[in-house]
């Protein structure tokens, strides 16, 4: 698998509009704007820096994932999430080395990415994203 960069910092809050100030206009950071995801359950807004980018998430209801994550740890960094060159490529080499995966296949995600999770029990406790865009 060839992982290319860390494409994004995962961090659930419990409002994206009440976070907002400080990646704005204290880090000085631009804000790329907000989008849902309904079918997860969850709003994210990114602010770009380099080549990465930080991703705010907070749940559009109160059992989202992300809800549910800030329930037992609280705000904070979620995951991490790696851009991959061919994501059905790095799955199946995941699999062939027994790694347990919460997406057996890529689904979509915020921007049109096609993203899938590989499962915390697996990684040492961290929630770690795949991620493929085009572009
Ligand atoms: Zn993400």
Redesign the pocket.
Known sequence: MKILKI??L?IAVSSIDANKPFWTDVLGLSFEGAQTVAEQKVT?AFFPVGESEI?L?ESTSPDGPVAKYIEKRGEGIQ?V?FRVENIEAALQELKDKGIQLIDQTPRI??GGAR?AFLHPKATGGILV?L?ERNG
Do not use: M, N, S
């Open positions: 494409d994004h995962g994210t991703e998430l995951h999430a995600g915020a993203i994203e991620c």
